[in-house]
């Protein structure tokens, strides 16, 4: 996924009230503007870090900068939650997911569950139809090792029991971690800081949920998911 136009580099001030952050352009001006993930974003707030912003010109838009990258750890980070949907649709359209690729039909947005929505609905003559749930991850603690989640997230422990209900009933349920940054090799599900969610995906897992994680290479011209990586188990 190429960026529409280059993004701004710039030097982060603060992110705060889980939807802003102030900024430094090159120029020296001072900025606010809005940032799309509402997530802890634990690691990626450091102050004096450099940040890429993207503009946007909108008449309805209060902000005119959005916090789109981050460098951290010494790699260029992927903050927008509202992206890993659209790079894990290209990585299946180009079957860099192989357990995904061969279906006829993707849908997003498919009501299931308990008034819920599945992010992607694929499906094929003469197969089983396939839920997939899409997660941002942007984690990492251990050189290498990406993590989810990084605080409680009733709501992702929900999904995983809902993705259980529909392998039970027959049907492919894929749980697709998107992990925005360019040097993890793995995945660990973190239990020590959501027990809740890692016992809800040892139990997904045991009904059948398929777990699998999309590294990409991310810079300041494009985001790409690229290759996928292993899932540790949970023991």
Not at 84 to 99: G, Q, R
Not at 128 to 142: A, G, I, L, Q, S
């Amino acid at each position: 996924m190429r960026f529409a136009s280059p993004l701004v580099p710039a030097t982060l001030i603060s992110r705060y009230k889980r939807f802003l952050f102030d900024a430094v352009l090159e120029d020296g001006t001072h900025i606010t503007g809005s940032c799309p993930n509402t997530g802890s974003m634990r690691g990626l707030t450091t102050p004096g870090s450099r940040v890429w912003l993207s503009e946007h010109d909108s008449p309805t838009r209060k902000y005119r900068h959005m916090f789109e990258m981050i460098e951290a750890d010494g790699t260029t980070v992927g903050i927008n939650t509202g992206l890993p949907n659209k790079l894990a649709e290209e990585a299946i359209l180009a079957s860099i997911v192989p357990a995904l690729s061969g279906y006829d039909l993707l849908k997003r947005e498919q009501k299931y569950g308990l008034q819920s929505r599945i992010d992607f609905l694929l499906s094929g003559q003469g197969r089983p139809d396939c839920y997939v749930e899409v997660k941002n991850v942007h984690f990492m603690r251990t050189p290498g090792l990406a993590e989810f989640p990084d605080t409680t997230t009733k709501r992702g422990a929900r999904h995983l029991d809902e993705l259980g209900d529909m392998a039970e009933a027959g049907h492919r349920a894929v749980m697709l971690y998107v992990i925005q940054r360019n040097d993890c090799d793995a995945l660990r599900i973190c239990g020590d800081l959501d027990p809740v969610y890692a016992a809800a995906f040892r139990r997904a897992a045991s009904r059948g949920v398929e777990a699998y994680a999309l590294a990409c290479e991310v810079s300041p011209e494009e985001i790409r998911a690229t290759r996928l990586v292993a899932v540790e188990e949970l023991i």
